[in-house]
C-alpha cells in the first residue's frame, strides 16, 4: 500500500518538473497580453494546490475479496469511529498477512431470530482443505489467530465502549463470536444479509459490533442464491455451506487492501476546465503494470505556474 503511494508521489513530482519545463518554454507567448488580471487567480491557485500537496486527507481503507465465484470491497470503518480501531487493525492482520487467502465461505443464507429467511454469510475462519465439500466439517483446518479483540475490559459482558449507531443492517460486517463472550473475536466474520437487530450490541443474541460495510453487492448475492449443504461436527458454523455444481466449495481466493483514492486531488480538479483529473485505479501492489500513469494535473500545476511566476516578474517591471 505504502509502496503505490510512493510511486504515484514520485510520478507526480516528475510530472511537475515536466510541467514547469513546459511552461518556461510557453511563458514567451504571453508576454504580448495584459495578465495584469489573472495575476489574483494564479496566486489562489497557489495556494491551493499548496494545501493538495501538503495536507494529508484521511481516506477510510478499503480490502477487496476476491472470490472463486467474483469480487467485493469491504470498507473498513466508514464512520471513522475512533472505537473502531482495534477491529480495522484486528483485519488488516489478517489481510496483510494472507491469512484470508484460500479460506472457504462457510455459513450463508439461513433463517434469522427474526423470521426473515436472510442472514449472514459467514468467512475467514477455516482453510480450504480441496475444491470439494469434504465429509465432515472436521476436516476444515481453522486459520491461524492472532489475539482476540477485547471490546469487554471489565468482563460484564457488554461492550464497553457507546455503540450508537453501530447497528447490524444489510452489508454491514461484524466478527464471529464464539460462545466465550464479546472477546473472542478473531478471523471469522460475516456480512449482515439483512437488518439484523438481535445482533446488535445489547440484543437478544450477543454482542456483535458491526466495524465495516460492503459496498457491492452482487458477489455476495450471488453466493447467497447458491445451492447449500451441511457437515457434521462443525455446530452452527457448519449448517447451509455454500456449493456450486459438483459440490465444489466457494472460497476466497485472495484478500488485499487497495490504495486509497486521492480524493483531494480529485475534488481540486473538478476546478479545472474539463475536472481533468482521473484517479489511478486502486492496485495490490507495485509492479511494472501497475506504476501509475503520469497525471495530467501535476503537468498542468507546472505549466500555470511557472506561467504565473515569469508573468509575475514582467508586470513587476
Known amino acids: 500500500m505504502y509502496a503505490g503511494r510512493l510511486s504515484r508521489l514520485l510520478v507526480d513530482a516528475g510530472c511537475f518538473w515536466i510541467g514547469s519545463l513546459v ?9 504580448p497580453w495584459n495578465l495584469a488580471g489573472l495575476s489574483m487567480h494564479f496566486r489562489l491557485l497557489r495556494t491551493v494546490i499548496a494545501l493538495l500537496l501538503f495536507v494529508p486527507t484521511v481516506v477510510a481503507e478499503t480490502v477487496r475479496f476476491d472470490t472463486n465465484v467474483g469480487t467485493f470491497d469491504m470498507e473498513l470503518n466508514p464512520t471513522g469511529n475512533p472505537n473502531l480501531q482495534g477491529h480495522v487493525d484486528n483485519m488488516l492482520k489478517y489481510v496483510t498477512s494472507g491469512s484470508y487467502d484460500r479460506t472457504v465461505i462457510n455459513r450463508n443464507n439461513e433463517v434469522s431470530a427474526e423470521g426473515t429467511p436472510d442472514f449472514v454469510l459467514q468467512m475467514g475462519g477455516f482453510q480450504l482443505p480441496g475444491f470439494e465439500l469434504p465429509a465432515a466439517f472436521s476436516d476444515f483446518p481453522p486459520i491461524t489467530a492472532f489475539d482476540p479483540v477485547v471490546t469487554d475490559l471489565n468482563g460484564d459482558g457488554l461492550i464497553d465502549f457507546d455503540t450508537t449507531g453501530l447497528t447490524n443492517e444489510r452489508g454491514t460486517v461484524s466478527l464471529a463470536l464464539s460462545s466465550t463472550g464479546a472477546n473472542s473475536g478473531t478471523s471469522s466474520f460475516f456480512i449482515n444479509l439483512d437488518d439484523i437487530p438481535s445482533l446488535d450490541p445489547g440484543g437478544s443474541i450477543g454482542e456483535f ?17 447458491l445451492q447449500t449443504a451441511s457437515l457434521s461436527g462443525g455446530g452452527v458454523g457448519s449448517s447451509n455451506i455454500p456449493i456450486l455444481d459438483d459440490n465444489q466449495l466457494v472460497f476466497i481466493e485472495r484478500a488485499f487492501v487497495l490504495d486509497p483514492v486521492p480524493e483531494a486531488a480529485a475534488a481540486v480538479a473538478a476546478f479545472l476546465p474539463g475536472g481533468g483529473f482521473q484517479p489511478t485505479p486502486p492496485v495490490a501492489s507495485v509492479t511494472l ?7 495530467s494535473l501535476m503537468i498542468a500545476v507546472g505549466v500555470l505556474l511557472f506561467i504565473a511566476a515569469v508573468t509575475r516578474r514582467k508586470i513587476a517591471y
Open 289 to 295: 503494470a501497475s506504476i501509475p500513469e503520469p497525471s
Open 209 to 225: 459490533v458491526p466495524f465495516a460495510r460492503v459496498l457491492d453487492f452482487a458477489t455476495v448475492d450471488l453466493i447467497r442464491s
Open 23 to 31: 511552461g518556461r518554454a510557453a511563458a514567451p507567448l504571453f508576454y
